[in-house]
């Protein structure tokens, strides 16, 4: 398996929703890493989980709230968001070890906040 | 700061022309890697450049790096309409045990035109 996925594609909620996203990997890799997107931007960090552990957090608002429960999982959890959260959503992961460093992304999640 | 600077941002072409994608980097960089997104997909990984002089070459695409200009070039050879997308450069920000910190370029929005 050497994809990385993401579920939901596409995500509409309401300002005062829970919701979460998910992303799986089966490649061993034990970096993984949340991305938000938008339009005609490139890619913002936001959170990186290195063997389970947060170890960087971009600043990001409370109201997303990031969780690695196993090597292969990672959520994102979603609570009170506003219409500027908006946006592209992806996940990547990389190779722990190594001197390619490459990150491997998934197809995103289109989030719309209403 | 790493800062990373791509040119152009737009870039509309004829088919069978040849041009090049310019990406500057601020500071030492030991990496830097070049991805293309298809509108509202994600991220394909393009090519990893490791190393001062290294070419990799993809079809009608071909990279190179000089790491003392802080330059890499993505090269479009006979230019296609399937190879309209948005092209990013990133360089490697940061290389720990952690995960891989990485500074995207703004993006080249590339049309190709029959």
């Known amino acids: 398996d050497t994809e990385v996925t993401q579920t939901p594609k596409h995500l509409v909620m309401g300002m005062t929703n829970k919701k979460s996203l998910k992303c799986e990997q089966h490649m061993g890799h034990r970096a993984m890493y949340w991305y938000k997107q938008k339009a005609k931007k490139p890619p913002e960090l936001m959170f990186v989980?290195?063997?389970?552990?947060?170890?960087i957090n971009e600043s990001v608002p409370s109201r997303f709230s990031p969780e690695c429960p196993n090597s292969s999982l990672l959520n994102l959890h979603l609570h009170a968001l506003q219409p500027e959260d908006s946006a592209l959503y992806l996940c990547?992961?990389?190779?722990?070890?190594?001197?390619?460093?490459?990150?491997?992304f998934g197809p995103g999640t289109r989030l719309t906040v209403t | 700061e790493l800062k990373v600077e791509q040119n152009p941002l737009f870039l509309s072409m004829q088919e069978g022309k040849n041009y090049t994608i310019y990406c500057n980097y601020s500071t030492t960089s030991d990496r830097l890697y070049w991805y293309r997104q298809d509108p509202g997909k994600s991220l394909e990984s393009l090519f990893v450049l490791l190393s001062n002089g290294a070419v990799k070459q993809e079809g009608r695409l071909m990279a190179s790096l000089d790491t003392k200009a802080r330059l890499s070039t993505l090269h479009i050879t006979a230019a296609v309409h399937d190879l309209s997308a948005t092209y990013f450069c990133a360089a490697l920000d940061r290389m720990e045990a952690s995960g891989s910190r990485l500074t995207f370029g703004e993006g080249t929005q590339l049309t190709v035109n029959p």
């Open positions: 989980y290195s063997y389970e552990k947060l170890s």
């Open positions: 990547a992961s990389s190779l722990l070890g190594t001197s390619m460093h490459e990150q491997y």
